[in-house]
């Protein structure tokens, strides 16, 4: 017994007044298993308690509850059968029967790959168990090797309907989808839907799995093997095992159809055409009777291979012996002591024969692959040798495991093989390098698909701000490294590593245009558009726009674009800009008039003499004066006028007209 179970404070314990908890079977995620003593009915009974933190889960209650009448429903011989349900204080349990033995998965991890006649015996039986299911209208969503038992006296049964739902209640979503995603049938995957047809799945994956001792698919994550349920096709057994009769490959291929549709409707079907392939090979399935319990080591998986059949019509032989016999034995005991002696030395050197094959070319030259993931190239390697292994470096890019150690080893770890035998380590070469092309002007959500199809990581939300480019398309990119360090502008393109983080600048369009608006008007549109207006105001002229109205927005201060939430300051307008008057002092009058008139002003000609004197005339003096600032259209008088030109231009701007 293991310390974990000498320590278990269930061992002992008499639960619900009824059930004596002798020692533990075995633990899963949701219970644990216990061999029981029924004081009632004086028999041994499997005792299965919910885990302690799930006991005020009702979720799981209910789960747990649901498998004991589901079950309970089934009376065939290959379902384990259901005796009681119940609680005691904080403990759920089940009352199952109790069948010494082992389970398939273990025979398989002994075995690697069973014969065809054992591999039909476990279907046969699994498929009647199941047959008697599908016609309770329940399916049992969670068919693995884990749940078929092989008893020691020959019995195999399927056991473990947790996950079972009645047929009209189908649907699996979220964490009700939650049969091992190694034998997920496909609609499971992509539609969270299941029905008996799904059982039938998954049972062509086991026998995949019995007939070539592995999976179909293989993944470092769930969700790669999941991907390949859903898209590839089961391939032929035979491809890994030609001993495979293409009968059983047909089987393979018709119960593993993407398309439920395709596949047969239901484990009666499945079983009418394996016994229709039994009766074609010669082959029935067997099993030996409760005589043979005895004979079988239940520590020793191996042995349970002898309850299953290698050969048909297998016979056993009786020797009857008569007095006679025993008379001519008791009157030649010599003789007999010599044939015994004879027999002896036959034993031993048979055995002695035995032990050489078992540890040269049988099972006992093989050797169990070490667990190395985690360590670094010559710890793995040093610990493979050990083993009396041929360690062989395999580079593989990760961004799971550091650059450096070791990810996993082919074949994995714990898996038997031959002394001598070849042993990949694969380790991580860190996240793999890519070249990441130009994503400027592309849809944000165009890029974000390129971008995470190089294993990357895209923020959330994109980084956004007001360019002339047109509303939702990346004007930028940034890339921070996954180790660290400042970020690098990608917007050109770079090189990057997966697992790097990337961030898009998306354009948000052009800031609205306000020109013309009012102040309040202006101020609401542009915090419509997530801007945040200053208090502070900027004035100009501006010859177009009427004073106290907006003529735009200053500049950024860093001369960049702006970006929602920055505060942004209104630029108003001051009306027309004022124009200097000029001096015309000692101008003629048409001289006057046309330089002001060129400035923009107009010149008042009401009291002026006849334009035909105009040339004769010399200005001395303007109202607005000279240097006087003005608006464009002012108008502008003469105050002083002189007969005749002066010399310097200026006299006479003492004299009045």
């Known amino acids: 017994m293991s310390t974990s179970a000498q320590t278990d404070p269930l061992i002992g314990r008499l639960v619900d007044g009824r059930y004596r908890v002798r020692a533990r079977i075995a633990r899963g995620g949701m219970a644990t298993v216990y061999v029981a003593t029924d004081l009632r009915l004086e028999r041994r009974v499997a005792l299965k308690v919910m885990h302690g933190h799930l006991s005020d889960d009702t979720v799981f209650q209910s789960r747990f509850i649901q498998e004991a009448r589901a079950a309970a429903r089934l009376a065939d011989p290959h379902v384990v059968n259901v005796f009681d349900q119940g609680s005691d204080g904080e403990i759920a349990y089940l009352v199952m029967e109790y069948l010494p033995g082992i389970t398939l998965r273990e025979l398989l991890r002994e075995e690697k790959r069973l014969t065809v006649p054992q591999t039909i015996s476990i279907m046969d039986a699994v498929l009647s168990g199941l047959a008697a299911a599908h016609r309770a209208g329940i399916i049992h969503r969670d068919v693995k090797p884990e749940n078929v038992l092989l008893a020691e006296d020959g019995r195999i049964k399927i056991g473990d309907f947790g996950l079972a739902r009645a047929t009209t209640a189908n649907t699996a979503t979220g964490a009700q989808l939650m049969g091992t995603i190694a034998y997920?049938?496909?609609?499971?995957?992509?539609?969270?839907?299941?029905?008996?047809?799904?059982?039938?799945?998954?049972?062509?994956?086991?026998?995949?799995?019995?007939?070539?001792?592995?999976?179909?698919?293989?993944?470092?994550?769930?969700?790669?093997?999941?991907?390949?349920?859903?898209?590839?096709?089961?391939?032929?057994?035979?491809?890994?095992?030609?001993?495979?009769?293409?009968?059983?490959?047909?089987?393979?291929?018709?119960?593993?159809?993407?398309?439920?549709?395709?596949?047969?409707?239901?484990?009666?079907?499945?079983?009418?055409?394996?016994?229709?392939?039994?009766?074609?090979?010669?082959?029935?399935?067997?099993?030996?009777?409760?005589?043979?319990?005895?004979?079988?080591?239940?520590?020793?998986?191996?042995?349970?291979?002898?309850?299953?059949?290698?050969?048909?019509?297998?016979?056993?032989?009786?020797?009857?012996?008569?007095?006679?016999?025993?008379?001519?034995?008791?009157?030649?005991?010599?003789?007999?002591?010599?044939?015994?002696?004879?027999?002896?030395?036959?034993?031993?050197?048979?055995?002695?024969?035995?032990?050489?094959?078992?540890?040269?070319?049988?099972?006992?030259?093989?050797?169990?692959?070490?667990?190395?993931?985690?360590?670094?190239?010559?710890?793995?390697?040093?610990?493979?040798?050990?083993?009396?292994?041929?360690?062989?470096?395999?580079?593989?890019?990760?961004?799971?495991?550091?650059?450096?150690?070791?990810?996993?080893?082919?074949?994995?770890?714990?898996?038997?093989?031959?002394?001598?035998?070849?042993?990949?380590?694969?380790?991580?070469?860190?996240?793999?390098?890519?070249?990441?092309?130009?994503?400027?002007?592309?849809?944000?959500?165009?890029?974000?698909?390129?971008?995470?199809?190089?294993?990357?990581?895209?923020?959330?939300?994109?980084?956004?701000?007001?360019?002339?480019?047109?509303?939702?398309?990346v004007v930028a990119v940034s890339v921070t490294p996954r180790l660290g360090g400042d970020p690098q502008d990608c917007t050109n393109g770079c090189t990057v590593f997966e697992g790097d983080t990337v961030t898009l600048t998306v354009s948000l369009g052009p800031i609205p245009d306000v020109r013309g608006m009012s102040v309040s008007s202006a101020t609401q549109t542009l915090e419509a558009a997530r801007l945040t207006v200053s208090d502070e105001r900027v004035e100009q002229y501006d010859n177009d726009i009427a004073k106290g109205e907006v003529i735009g927005i200053a500049e950024h201060p860093d001369g960049g674009q702006w970006r929602p939430g920055e505060t942004v300051t209104l630029i108003v307008s001051k009306g027309v800009q004022p124009v200097e008057v000029p001096d015309v002092g000692g101008e003629t009058i048409n001289s006057a008039v046309s330089i002001l008139s060129g400035r923009g002003f107009e010149v008042s000609t009401d009291a002026l003499p006849p334009k035909v004197f105009w040339d004769l005339y010399t200005v001395t003096g303007t109202d607005p004066a000279a240097g006087a600032l003005e608006p464009p259209g002012s108008k502008v008088t003469f105050t002083g006028l002189t007969l005749g030109s002066s010399s310097n231009g200026n006299s006479g701007n003492n004299r009045n007209n």
């Open 184 to 473: 997920l049938a496909p609609e499971l995957v992509t539609r969270g839907t299941a029905d008996a047809r799904s059982d039938i799945y998954s049972l062509g994956i086991m026998l995949y799995e019995m007939l070539t001792g592995e999976q179909p698919y293989r993944g470092e994550q769930p969700m790669q093997i999941a991907f390949q349920h859903a898209t590839d096709s089961v391939p032929r057994p035979s491809v890994k095992n030609p001993g495979v009769p293409e009968q059983l490959d047909e089987l393979v291929l018709w119960s593993t159809e993407k398309k439920p549709d395709d596949r047969p409707a239901d484990a009666m079907e499945m079983l009418q055409r394996l016994r229709e392939i039994e009766r074609s090979l010669g082959i029935s399935p067997q099993v030996v009777t409760a005589a043979t319990t005895g004979m079988i080591d239940r520590d020793d998986p191996s042995e349970l291979t002898k309850v299953l059949p290698a050969t048909t019509g297998a016979t056993a032989v009786h020797a009857e012996v008569d007095n006679a016999a025993r008379l001519r034995r008791s009157a030649n005991r010599q003789g007999a002591r010599t044939a015994w002696i004879v027999t002896v030395v036959i034993l031993l050197a048979a055995l002695a024969a035995g032990i050489g094959w078992w540890f040269g070319s049988g099972p006992g030259s093989q050797v169990s692959v070490p667990t190395v993931a985690g360590m670094d190239y010559d710890g793995a390697a040093a610990a493979i040798k050990a083993q009396n292994l041929v360690p062989e470096q395999v580079g593989e890019n990760s961004l799971e495991v550091d650059e450096g150690l070791v990810i996993r080893t082919d074949p994995p770890a714990g898996n038997r093989v031959d002394k001598e035998s070849t042993v990949k380590v694969i380790v991580s070469l860190g996240p793999a390098q890519h070249d990441l092309p130009s994503v400027v002007g592309q849809p944000a959500s165009d890029a974000r698909t390129t971008l995470s199809g190089y294993q990357l990581i895209v923020t959330e939300p994109d980084a956004e701000m007001f360019t002339d480019a047109a509303a939702g398309t």
